[in-house]
């Protein structure tokens, strides 16, 4: 069973930071597209972040350009988001997306995997 685990979610005054983690399991996603989403309530799901298999090419929505970070740890078969300079409108849940069949990062929007999210909720 392909699982992708989501970690690092909590609450988190304005201005500061928090680290996500997603972990996959049942499969190796080293080839693929991997990359975040949000949730806040009452609104659509929309793109965050995504990072290409080879690490080298990453895209960030507008509303989190020079904040965020993304990363990833092949070998141990995570993606991260670095979150700095939080502000209340960052609250959501955080979705972590894989594209088993894409390398590209434009392949994140037709995602396949989907772990069960976190919370991130930021306080004014």
């Known amino acids: 069973q392909v699982q992708l685990v989501e970690s690092g979610g909590g609450l988190v005054q304005a201005g500061g930071s928090l680290r996500l983690s997603c972990t996959a399991s049942g499969r190796n996603f080293s080839s693929s597209t991997m990359g975040w989403f949000r949730q806040a309530l009452g609104k659509d799901r929309e793109f965050v972040a995504v990072i290409d298999w080879s690490g080298n090419s990453n895209d960030y929505a507008d509303s989190v350009k020079g904040r965020f970070t993304i990363s990833r740890d092949k070998a141990k078969n995570t993606v991260y988001l670095q979150m700095n300079s939080l502000i209340p409108e960052d609250t959501a849940v955080y979705y972590c997306?894989?594209?088993?069949?894409?390398?590209?990062?434009?392949?994140?929007?037709?995602?396949?995997?989907w772990g069960q999210g976190t919370q991130v909720t930021v306080s004014s």
């Open positions: 997306a894989a594209n088993s069949r894409s390398s590209s990062i434009y392949g994140i929007y037709e995602s396949d995997y």
